[in-house]
């Protein structure tokens, strides 16, 4: 089957503890495609991003014709670190040590990706005191360093107000017109319907996939969240 698809997974199983954490996952994803991998907790969704960026062991297999990009859902580091925000970029930019300061070509490429996702007037700012909002900005920004053709976001709307979560999305939807995929981990279905084209639900397995104004039914959702009325706030059962 000839295809140039951005990315493909094939029967992808990931196993921990003798159990299967997702299980004979097959999708693929278009260039310039924004799509969402709906599910609920538990479901293998945040596994599935990490076989796709090879940090899991898996058996099937994966076939990604590009870079990815990650934006994790949260940043693990210690939060009284006096890092700004360009320190942090740069920290992934370059190779000498921090302490020996940014060498002039970091703080401008940190500061060009800064203004790609709006945020160069975040530069000087301590990475501890951003908001969740302007938090994920900066995690974009990291994530965008190597022009990936993939990006995947972990849960991106997580803690961050209505305001910035719009923002946000014009970001990513300003990334797919640049001709990048992204596929966006996320259990707000709301979210999902408003701004993305394909959905892949995943209960351990595929459970459906598609255009998303097709599947995000109430019996689809249903079914997928196994009656998790509160997945979806527009929608009341009686």
Do not use: W
């Amino acid at each position: 089957m000839a295809t140039d698809a951005l990315l493909e997974l094939e029967q992808v199983t990931v196993r921990a503890g003798g159990r299967a954490l997702v299980e004979d996952v097959s999708f693929r994803l278009e260039r310039a495609q924004l799509a969402a991998l709906i599910g609920p907790n538990g479901a293998g969704k945040t596994t599935v991003l990490r076989a796709i960026l090879g940090a899991v062991p898996y058996a099937g297999r994966i076939t990604l014709r590009g870079r990815a990009g990650y934006v994790p859902q949260r940043l693990d580091y210690d939060r009284a670190l006096p890092l700004t925000v360009l320190e942090f970029l740069g920290l992934s930019l370059q190779r000498r040590p921090l302490m020996f300061g940014l060498s002039r070509q970091t703080r401008r490429r940190a500061l060009e990706l800064l203004e790609l996702v709006g945020a160069a007037g975040l530069a000087r700012n301590s990475l501890g005191r951003l908001s969740g909002g302007e938090l994920q900005r900066v995690l974009l920004a990291s994530a965008l360093q190597d022009k990936p053709e993939l990006l995947l976001l972990d849960e991106p709307a997580a803690g961050v107000d209505l305001e910035g979560e719009a923002t946000f999305h014009e970001l990513i939807q300003a990334q797919v017109r640049r001709g990048a995929t992204v596929l966006l981990v996320s259990h707000d279905l709301s979210v999902v319907s408003e701004i993305t084209d394909h959905v892949i639900c995943l209960n351990r397995r595929v459970i459906c996939q598609g255009d998303a104004h097709d599947l995000l039914t109430a019996e689809n959702i249903a079914h997928v969240f196994g009656g998790h009325k509160a997945v979806y706030g527009h929608h009341h059962h009686h």
